[in-house]
């Protein structure tokens, strides 16, 4: 998904011959965001444009990705709503979403921070994995052991829950 208008509302001359440009850019949901700088005389407004809405729309994807990455964390489904129907992500694709999930959770240097992922990684078939990572066989072994180490240390670490005064 994307900006699906773009104009310049406000193209100033300033002291020194400089413009002070204000744009808005529509995204497909019909919300407005704007940009506002100051450039050469010798401006061009249509890169200008162009440049302006894939800055933003990077900027929402990257805040939606994020905002996925923060429910993953608090246990919380964000392709699910409260009574478990799907909900596609504004800004990208499902699978583009879950891939810049996977990879965010893969990257992390602690194997426990793998475990927000395990669920998703469980329902996904290898070949599933190797389409939406771009991996191949012997990596998706690895990442499906990383799984395991990590529920292994999860279910230790549950074990001394109880001793060290967690659920009684």
Excluded: C, W
């Excluded at 800055?55 to 009574?83: C, G, H, K, M």
């Excluded at 990383?146 to 109880?162: C, F, H, K």
């Amino acid at each position: 998904m994307a900006i699906t208008a773009s104009t310049i509302i406000t193209d100033r001359l300033q002291a020194g011959g400089d413009r002070k440009i204000r744009e808005q850019h529509i995204d497909h949901m019909g919300n407005m965001h704007h940009r506002q700088f100051i450039v050469a005389a010798d401006y061009d407004e249509q890169a200008g444009l162009v440049a302006g809405a894939n800055s933003i729309t990077a900027s929402l994807v990257d805040r939606e990705v994020a905002e996925y990455i923060a429910a993953i964390e608090s246990s919380t489904n964000p392709f699910r709503d409260s009574a478990g129907n799907p909900v596609a992500p504004a800004h990208l694709g499902r699978n583009t979403m879950l891939s810049k999930i996977l990879r965010h959770f893969l990257s992390l240097d602690s194997p426990v921070g793998l475990a927000p992922a395990v669920p998703y990684l469980a329902n996904l078939s290898d070949e599933a994995l190797i389409v939406l990572l771009g991996i191949d066989q012997n990596t998706v072994n690895i990442i499906r052991q990383g799984a395991l180490d990590v529920t292994a240390i999860q279910s230790s670490i549950d074990g001394y829950s109880p001793v060290l005064g967690g659920d009684q």
